[in-house]
């Protein structure tokens, strides 16, 4: 199997402006051919789009639009984790040597129709997806006696990393007490704990081992891979534990021959509060069962390790986007290309996405 790497990218500012999701798609793509040298479209053998709008042949329309002619072309769409399972869907394509470069291009529109799943009936007139973020929320609070304090030190933490993303939809920091006393949303969740839609895009080429080098002196390789889904329906969901992402991770550091321990910068999805709590454990970074001790003291010392762009709650959740942009954050990680959000020696990375209450979760492992 061949080895593969993410050789360029690029991104849109994430906004609460309605834009065409084809004008986002082309924005963030014209960056990669911008910053990308030696690049040219005849070089593409493959264009894929993550996306959960309803427009059709996206990927086709994109390719027309750049003036690529691609040998495979299609979108991927599985809610908010569309963009890292359209990252794994290129990589496999040019692992099995059907491909050596392809596009991936994730964006998605503020109100777009992915923000509700329709199908699951067991979530009742609670479709939104703030009614499972205030369910899991709830069970935190019960098992490990988790507090208000304790939610809104991630916001807070996220909050002000996103200071230093220029593509972030926030921009403002918030105290403790701003967020703790922010509009309820329900009884368990107020509006700063919660990750906010928008319009954004971004886009990441990948390349094989033999075609990585014309692109970049620095290509940064997709070591491990995990992902498992345990259905669509939430009901069927364990409300404590992020259980599709703890398989989804021990399954991506036995593929890269690593551990939690090694991992250096993390972008963990933080759709609300709770989720980064969970997900700090579950990934195997904190050994406390609750989570908050370890993301206290990250608040504390000012380590970015986690979500150094601001996460989901700082930077915005395009859904389409949203992997990918975690994708190129530790990419420029790992390329010391992150300026003020950089971690010193960043060498390894990991990118946690999941889908509707962690129902799905995509797990990547990234070295330089």
Request: charged share 20%.
């Amino acid at each position: 199997m061949r080895k593969v790497g993410v050789v360029g990218s690029g991104s849109s500012n994430f906004t609460k402006e309605e834009i065409p999701v084809e004008t986002l798609l082309l924005e963030s793509t014209k960056q990669v051919f911008d910053t990308t040298r030696n690049l040219s479209q005849n070089l593409i053998d493959g264009v894929i789009v993550s996306t959960n709008d309803n427009s059709k042949y996206l990927s086709a329309i994109l390719s027309e639009l750049t003036g690529i002619k691609p040998k495979i072309a299609h979108t991927v769409e599985h809610l908010c984790s569309s963009g890292s399972n359209a990252v794994i869907s290129a990589y496999s394509y040019i692992a099995s040597g059907l491909a050596d470069v392809i596009l991936v291009s994730g964006a998605d529109k503020i109100n777009n129709p992915g923000q509700v799943l329709e199908w699951d009936k067991t979530r009742g007139e609670f479709n939104h997806p703030i009614f499972w973020g205030s369910m899991l929320t709830k069970s935190h609070k019960r098992k490990f006696n988790t507090n208000d304090e304790e939610l809104a030190i991630v916001s807070a933490k996220n909050h002000k990393q996103a200071i230093d993303n220029p593509n972030a939809y926030s921009h403002k920091s918030h105290t403790i007490s701003e967020i703790m006393n922010s509009k309820s949303i329900t009884d368990d969740l107020r509006i700063l704990d919660c990750s906010y839609p928008c319009s954004g895009s971004t886009s990441v080429l990948l390349a094989s081992e033999n075609m990585a080098s014309k692109f970049s002196d620095q290509p940064v390789w997709i070591s491990g891979i995990g992902q498992k889904t345990n259905s669509a329906s939430f009901a069927k969901n364990d409300l404590t534990e992020l259980t599709t992402s703890v398989i989804a991770s021990r399954d991506a550091y036995k593929m890269a021959k690593t551990s939690a321990s090694n991992i250096d910068v993390a972008e963990i999805h933080d759709a609300f509060t709770v989720c980064e709590l969970m997900a700090v454990k579950d990934l195997g970074f904190s050994e406390s069962v609750s989570g908050a001790d370890y993301v206290r003291n990250l608040f504390n010392t000012e380590n970015r390790k986690i979500n150094p762009r601001g996460g989901l709650i700082g930077a915005g959740h395009p859904l389409g986007a949203t992997g990918v942009a975690q994708i190129m954050e530790i990419t420029l990680q790992l390329q010391n290309k992150a300026k003020k959000r950089q971690i010193d020696g960043a060498k390894k990375g990991l990118i946690h996405n999941m889908s509707a209450a962690a129902t799905s979760s995509t797990v990547l492992i990234l070295e330089s």
